[in-house]
Structure formats: structure tokens, C-alpha cells
């Protein structure tokens, strides 16, 4: 499977910074792209990048959206918005949207259903916080996440799920080689029963460029999604030449 290398810059950057962010970005695309690669930047950013990353090839996603397509929904953005201002993607669900808007699956699942009626792959993101690893329900946990978040219609051509362990996400504490194998194993086994092959399935969480061959090398990773490190075209790059085929 093609590796999906994904950045997810959060609430970073000013037009400015947006611009010289894709310029840099797009300048190392001259020869081509490793893998597919996907830049999600804030909402306010994505007009103004949509056409240089469209230009080289990278794919446009945001963070997160609506569930319903229009109505009086202050401050929130429908997934059909996003589709006409050259996303492709989408990311639902993200521990920081689950923890600091308090979303619950129920929710992940109506936003990821919205985003396909608009022609968005979602990008569902599950993962377990470290008391619960703690307990030993990382299993249970992320088990009952993907279950609850993925929807109805939901395949393999609409749908990436994003493992992203919470104790690991911006604490430069990524998961280690034999954890990400045996979640990624497992999730793979629930999503073949769910929805069938071929589901891509990222690891998210610390990742930077001294890591990323070492996961991208495991079986059953299909990309990464990076938070921090994405916000350096230098070190963002480094990574998705590493998602190249061997
Ligand atoms: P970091 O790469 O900064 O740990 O963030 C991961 C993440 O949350 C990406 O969505």
C-alpha cells in the first residue's frame, strides 16, 4: 500500500508564515513526490495554500468539521465548505477535539458520515490516554473507539484511521517499534472484520524524522500522521521520503 505521510499543523501559523511554509514545502516536490502527502492546516490558512500544494501534487485536509451542512452553527465549518475550497480530506475525531470539546465517538461518527457525503475521505483518529494504557485497556479502548466512530458507508477508499496514542502526542514520547506492532496488528484484525481489506491505518504521536523509518518499516503501518514536525517543510520532507517505496 502507498504510504499516506500527513501533517496536522493545528492552530499554527499566519498567512505569512502559510506562504513561505508551502513555498518551501513545494520547492522539494521538483522531482516528485515519495508518497501521497497530505498537509492539514488551520481553516483560515487553507484558501490561500490550496492552489501551490494542488500544483504540486499535495493533498489538502483540515482538521476537523460540521456534521451537518448548513444552519445556524456559529463558528463551525461543514464538511461541504471544505470540499469547495480544495479539500480532499479531512481529520475527525482528533484526541484534542475529543478531550478539549469534550466530542464523543457518536459524534466522530456523524462528522466522518458528513465528510463522505461531501466526497471527503475522513481521517478518524482514535487512541487510548495513558491511564488507560496503564490499566492494560488500550485494546478495549481503541477497539470500542473505531467501532463507534466509523460509519455506515464507511470503506476503504473513504476512510483512514489514525492511531494516535494521547500520552504520545507533543510529548516526544512516541509509541515504541513492538507497541505500534501489536496495536496495529490488532486494529487491522478489527477493521478486516468491520469494513474489509485494505484500510489504511497511520500511527500519530512524536513523531520526527529520527523515528519515522523505524515505524514506517512495520508491516502493517500505512503512513503518519505529525504534528509538530510538520510545522518544518526541512523536517516534514525528511519524513515522507522515508514513506518511499523500498
Ligand atoms: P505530535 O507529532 O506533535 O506529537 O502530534 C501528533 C498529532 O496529534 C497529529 O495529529
Known amino acids: 500500500m502507498r504510504s499516506l505521510i500527513a501533517g496536522n499543523w493545528k492552530m499554527h501559523g499566519t498567512l505569512a508564515w502559510a506562504g513561505d511554509q508551502v513555498r518551501r514545502l513545494t520547492e522539494k516536490t521538483r522531482d516528485g513526490l515519495p508518497c501521497d502527502v497530505l498537509v492539514c492546516p488551520p481553516a483560515t490558512l487553507l484558501s490561500t495554500v490550496a492552489g501551490p500544494l494542488r500544483d504540486a501534487g499535495i493533498l489538502l485536509g483540515a482538521q476537523d468539521c460540521h456534521h451537518e451542512t448548513r444552519g445556524a452553527f456559529t463558528g ?21 477535539r475529543r478531550s478539549f470539546h469534550r466530542e ?32 492494560g485497556k488500550a485494546f478495549d479502548t481503541t477497539a470500542e473507539q473505531l467501532a463507534r466512530s466509523l460509519p455506515a458507508g464507511a470503506t476503504a477508499a473513504n476512510t483512514v484511521i489514525a492511531w494516535e496514542p494521547v500520552w504520545a502526542i507533543g510529548t516526544g514520547d512516541s509509541a515504541n517499534v513492538p507497541d505500534v506492532l501489536a496495536m496495529h496488528r490488532f486494529l487491522k484484525q478489527q477493521l478486516m472484520t468491520l469494513l474489509g481489506d485494505g484500510v489504511r491505518l497511520l500511527y500519530g504521536g512524536s513523531v520526527n524524522p529520527s523515528n519515522s523509518r523505524e515505524l514506517l518499516d512495520i508491516e502493517q503501518v500505512d503512513g503518519l500522521l505529525i504534528g509538530g514536525a510538520s510545522l518544518d517543510p526541512e523536517r516534514f520532507w525528511q519524513i515522507a521520503t522515508d514513506g518511499a517505496p523500498d
Do not use: Q
Not at 79 to 91: P, Y
Not at 105 to 133: F, Q, T, W, Y
Open 104 to 135: 464523543s465517538s457518536h459524534d466522530v461518527r456523524k462528522k466522518a458520515m458528513a465528510a463522505h457525503r461531501a466526497g471527503l475521505v475522513a481521517i478518524i483518529c482514535i487512541g487510548e490516554d495513558r491511564n488507560e494504557r496503564r490499566a
Open 76 to 96: 463551525d465549518i461543514a464538511a461541504t465548505m471544505l470540499a469547495d475550497l480544495g479539500c480532499s480530506h479531512v481529520l475527525v475525531g482528533h484526541s484534542e
